[in-house]
């Protein structure tokens, strides 16, 4: 049996156990490449998942992210403990609430700028609205909608650079 079909039964596997609804998997191995199929990209309309079947990914950005910021470091054009101010000056007075489910008008200056290094170990203090108690929840989902947020990526990172703090 050749690679792809090999591939395409581990999916189907998957997709008859439960597992996944659907998948598309393209494998690379000795300047070959194969791609295979199975499954629903939608259930109910019983649309079957295609070579070209868009995926949202999510937190799968994050590796890629951290892999190209750790190139930059490599190359010597940022550094890890760098702020990340230097680069979106939006960020460059941060506050923060002084409870966290408390009054958004009742914060202060952050004792210290957010790095690179912050970011990517994800101990920046940003986040999403989902994950908090309190008037800070609505004022992030009000600023920056949910994850599948039609907000353009500049006008995101200026709402998301303003909190806590009063939705400008």
Known sequence: MNRERRIQRVLQRAVDGGQLAGAVAAVWHDGDSEMACAGWR???????????????????????????????????KIALHDPISEIAPEF????????????????????????FEDLLTHRSGLTY?????????????EALGDIDS???PDDWIRRLSIWPGRLL
């Open 42 to 76: 939608d259930m109910e309309a019983q649309l079957a998942m295609e070579r070209d079947t868009i995926f949202r990914i999510a937190s799968m950005t994050k590796p890629i992210t951290s892999v190209a910021a750790l190139m930059l470091v490599d190359e010597g």
């Open 92 to 115: 460059s007075r941060m506050r923060v609430l002084k409870s966290p489910d408390g009054p958004l008008d009742e914060t202060e200056s952050s004792a210290q700028a957010i790095t």
């Open 129 to 141: 609205g989902g994950v908090h108690r309190g008037p800070i929840a609505r004022a992030y989902r």
């Open 150 to 152: 039609d907000v353009a």
